[in-house]
Nanobody
Framework: QVQLVESGGGLVQAGGSLRLSCAASGLTFDSYTMGWFRQAPGQEREFVVAIDWNVGNTYYANSVKGRFTISRDNAKNTLYLQMNSLKPEDTAVYYC?????????????????WGQGTQVTVSS
């Protein structure tokens, strides 16, 4: 049974930082492209960032480029998202996603597994 469990969300002031983690189990982690989506209240879920399963290329949404950094530790089956210079508009539920043996995409339905999400709230 595949599980993606996010952690690290919380309340932070604008300009602050948070690091999200996604612990994966039940899958061959290094065979999966991993990523993050987010959904703000009343808005559509949107792509944030992804890291390819093979060469580790990364892809960022323009809104987070230069502020967020994705990384993965295949030995620990864990995905990370370092979020710096947070803005109120980053407030959302952040979801960890996994896609088997294919590259990153912004298309939500292309991802095979989703976590339950972790809330990030940035106060102004």
């Amino acid at each position: 049974q595949v599980q993606l469990v996010e952690s690290g969300g919380g309340l932070v002031q604008a300009g602050g930082s948070l690091r999200l983690s996604c612990a994966a189990s039940g899958l061959t982690f290094d065979s999966y492209t991993m990523g993050w989506f987010r959904q703000a209240p009343g808005q559509e879920r949107e792509f944030v960032v992804a890291i390819d399963w093979n060469v580790g290329n990364t892809y960022y949404a323009n809104s987070v480029k230069g502020r967020f950094t994705i990384s993965r530790d295949n030995a620990k089956n864990t995905l990370y998202l370092q979020m710096n210079s947070l803005k109120p508009e980053d407030t959302a539920v952040y979801y960890c996603v996994a896609r088997y043996l294919k590259g990153a995409t912004v298309t939500q339905t292309a991802y095979d597994y989703w976590g339950q999400g972790t809330q990030v709230t940035v106060s102004s």
